[in-house]
Each structure stands twice: as structure tokens, then as C-alpha cells.
């Protein structure tokens, strides 16, 4: 569904990213798991088209050199991004509208919020909150079913399990394995390394840019060399 | 869920109702016409604000070179009326497209900045929008162009003596603009603009497309603000570029709409309602007194204002759950 080929990225001139070589199959969940600062916000900027890059990035086969960042996500690209970025002013119920905003026209675009209240049942007893008044965990809640309102194929999430409580931590990675369950394929960034491999089929370790080992991540979990060496632990 | 919606939107459609007719009746027992001028300018000013607000309140994009468009509505209708004889009722819609077609390559290049730099670049656009008028002959250079007075008519939209026509022309254009703004709040082009203002990542990452936007909200915005410059210089009845493109009108455009709250249906009325008065009533009684005290106590005013109700004067009306949708 999603290859990368030979992919660098660069912050004016600063590469965040080189020689990046990837895979994600439909029906997969993929980890990127890596130490703060190893390029992994950047690995989905360079998809969502939101950083300059060389190389080659395919979405079903298409390239998406130069589509610009709106087109690449009607395409059916969605993402969480890093730290939520919601709407805080607007209420839940508007949130999720606007992710169904490049569906107009579309009888069916409000259909998705089905979906989400079943993986968040939370999200529907506050639909006329404003999103700044929700906890950490619901606006992660908020944000992941605001990307789902999109009906993208292919989910990015960027670190879903920042400043939230650990127990929900465990209930975001669930739903995101139900997604996947439901035909979403997801590619998830993640520092907390366990929790993540848990729910990964494959995994990438990134390392100061550069993919320095991949495989199953039940190998990647078994590893003991790349908790030291890669993640400190 | 739905229902706390519409039963907000129901209770803004039920004040603005209210608030015009109140606005209609108004005028008719005052007899005095320095006070039936300041009301007329308060609701012209109302307007341009809510003009403001569109683009710099909902979208989020600071213009300090809103001047512009109103200096350019002004002269189009006018110099449509001297040159080619269009009556400035319809030179008022003229005014409006020519604006509204001027953001598009004002904000072309300008839109590629953002915050700061994007407020600082209209400034400089709405100063050579003011040296090119100063400077061409066709448009009566710095000496301006005077609209002769061809008997009262609203096709003409003259009135010799009589400030009550203004008064319903301007209350019919402030009424326009608030109309504009209440239907954005609820439209797909509203919540757009509002993600452009919060987050454009987010937006971007959900389909929207930032830059065509901007360009929205700047043409319906700069061509809202030209019509209110025409209508400016027909109740004026000459212009010339200091008196239409001077960047301090791109200032007072903005700040009833700062001051009574950005990106609110009622910020720009309420802003303009203490602002306009303030400034007329320091002029008169301080103006006089020592260059420049009329001025002090007006930028002391909006410090005030600035320091105690940072979201602006709406925040003092409306409840708890509203203020925080401002700014």
C-alpha cells in the first residue's frame, strides 16, 4: 500500500531523514518505534507531504512527489498528529465534522461517526463540549476519530500515547489494533516500544535518521540489543 | 447535541433581529445631526470591522492593509460614476467585486507568509496602494475627485441635507456583513477557516487546503470592506487617497473588531459602538486642548481594554460557555 524508496528528508538543509526504505501492506499495522529524536515525526511529515523530500514515496502505486499535503490526505492518507493538534475552541461533534470536510457532496461522509463512537463511546457523551475541555486521553480519543472521519485507507499516528494516562494507553492501542480489524491499515510512531510491538505486525527501528534494523516485531521485541542499544532500556 | 446548537444560532438570529430594528428606530427622534453623523459612522465602522473580522477573526489572518480595499471601493464606484455614469447604487456592488478581486493578488504573494510577517506584508501593500493613488493623475493624483451633486436620489445615493437615507444604507451594509459572518459560522467555509486559524497541520492533514482558504476569506472580506468605502465616499461625498488609503484606516478598520472581540458575530458591533464614540467625543472636547490628548485618551482606553478583557468586550456579555470561543 505505501513504499519508500530511498527517501531523505530535510529541515533547510538539515537531514532529518536518509536513505529511509519502506513497506506497509495493506492490513498491516507497522511500528516505527526510536529514541526521541530519531526522525520518526518526520517519517509521517514526509508522507503527509508536510516536509521537503527526495527519493520516492508510492501510496497504491501513485507517487506522491509534489502532491501538496490537502491532496495527499483526500487521497486517503490520514494522521494523528504528534501532540493532537485539535481545534480546541470548536466542540467535539464540529472536530469531527471537519474531518469529514473533503467529503462534500458525499451522502454518506457522517457515516464514519459510527465507528467512532463504538471505539469511543466516551466521545458521544460529549459531543457538545469544546475539545480544549476534554481530558488528555479523549483528545486522543478525539483526534484519532477525527483522522477515521476522513475514511482514510492508510492511518498514520503519531505518538497516540503522549502525555496521556498509562491505562489509557493500553485502551488507545487497542482501538487502534481494532481499526486495523475494521480494513484501516496503520502505521504507527511510538516511543513506548513494548505497548507498540505489542500490536505491530512489523516494525522499523529509526536511529538518527536511518532505519538501523527491521523485521516481525515479536523478533524486534525479543531483541535484546535493540532495547540497549536503540531505546535504553 | 445538535439542539445546544440551534437553539445558539436561534438565539443569534432573535438578537440580530432585535438589535436591527432598535438600530432602524434609532435615529428617528434624534434631531441633531453631529450625533446623527456619529451613529452613521459607528455602523459604517461596524461593518467594515465585521468586513475585518472575516478574514482577520475567522481565518485568523492579522490584515493591517485593509485601507486598501476600502480606498479602492471608494474610488471605483466613484470614478465609475464620473467616467462612465453608473450610478453609485450599483458602483456599491462594483466596489465590492473590484476589492474582492484585488485580495486575490494581494494575497497571492502575502499569504505565503504567515502570523507576523503576513500582518507586516499588508502594511506594506496597503502604503503602495496609498503612493499610487497619490501619484496618478487619472484618479485626481492628491488632490482627490469630488462627486458633484446631482439632486437627491437613491439611484445616485445623494442627499442634500438629509443624514437618515445614510443612516439605513449603512445599517443595510453592517447588516449585510453580520448576515455574512452569522452564515459562516454554521458553513463548510467557516469551519475551514477557523481550522486554518487553530491549526493548519491539522487542517491540512483533514483536506483542507490552507492557501485557496485564505484567498476565500480575503475576498470576502476585502470585497465587503470596498463596499463600505463606496458607500464611505458617497456619505463624504469627495475622496482622496489620505482621506481613503491612509494606513491609519486600515488600523481603524481593524480595531473595533479587536477590541470588541475577534471572530464573534457581535465583537465588531460592540467595538465600533464604544470605539467610534470615544474617538469623536475625545476629538471634540480634547482635540483643541493640545495636539494630541484626544489621542492619548483614546490609545488609553483601548490599553484598558487590551489589559482587563483580553478576548475583547463581548467576553463581559454572553455566558461562561461562550466567552472562550473567542479570539
Sequence with gaps: ?233 | MDNAILRRRKREVLGGVIVLAALALLPLPIKDVYTQNLIIITVLFAGLAQAWNILGGYCGQISLGHALYFGVGGYVSTLLYLKAGLPPSLGLFAAFGVSGLLALPVGWPCFRLSGHYYAIATVVVGEIGYLLFLNWDFVGGATGVFIPFHGESWAQLQFKTAKLPYHYLVLAFAAATWLTAFLLEGSRWGFAWRAVKDDVTAARSLGVNIFSSKMAAAALSGGFTGMGGAIYAQYVGYIDPDSVLAGHFSILIALPAVLGGVSTLWGPLIGAAVLMPASELSRSYLGGSGRGVDLMLYGGLIVIVALARPQGLVSLFGRKDDHARIA
Excluded at chain 1, 102 to 118: M, S, W, Y
Excluded at chain 1, 167 to 184: E, T
Aim: proline fraction near 4%; avoid cysteine.
Design chain 1, 1 to 233: 500500500m505505501l513504499t519508500m524508496q530511498d527517501v531523505a528528508a530535510s529541515y533547510r538543509g538539515l537531514k532529518a531523514l536518509q536513505g529511509i526504505s519502506l513497506e506497509v501492506g495493506r492490513g498491516e499495522i507497522v511500528a516505527v518505534v526510536g529514541a526521541n529524536g530519531a526522525g520518526k515525526s518526520t517519517l509521517l511529515k514526509a508522507i503527509a507531504g508536510q516536509v521537503a523530500t527526495e527519493g520516492t514515496i508510492l501510496f497504491d502505486g501513485a507517487s506522491l512527489a509534489g502532491v501538496p499535503p490537502h491532496m495527499i490526505a483526500r487521497r486517503g492518507v490520514g494522521l494523528v498528529p504528534e501532540g493532537r493538534k485539535l481545534f480546541p475552541r470548536l466542540t467535539v461533534e464540529d472536530n469531527l465534522r471537519l474531518g469529514a470536510y473533503a467529503k462534500r457532496g458525499d451522502p454518506n461522509r457522517f457515516a464514519p461517526l459510527e465507528l467512532v463512537f463504538q471505539l469511543f463511546p466516551r466521545l458521544a457523551e460529549r459531543l457538545s463540549q469544546r475539545a480544549e475541555t476534554l481530558s488528555g486521553g479523549e483528545q486522543q480519543m478525539l483526534a484519532i476519530g477525527r483522522a477515521l472521519m476522513t475514511q482514510p485507507r492508510l492511518l498514520m499516528l503519531d505518538e497516540p500515547s503522549q502525555g496521556i494516562m498509562p491505562k489509557l494507553v493500553d485502551d488507545i492501542l487497542a482501538a487502534v489494533s481494532r481499526i486495523r480489524d475494521l480494513g484501516v491499515t496503520v502505521l504507527l510512531v511510538e516511543q513506548r516500544l513494548v505497548e507498540a510491538l505489542e500490536i505491530a505486525d512489523r516494525a522499523y527501528v529509526l536511529q538518527t535518521g536511518r532505519i538501523v534494523m527491521q523485521g516481525a516485531a515479536k523478533d524486534i521485541a525479543a531483541d535484546g540489543a535493540v532495547r540497549r542499544a536503540y531505546l535504553g532500556m
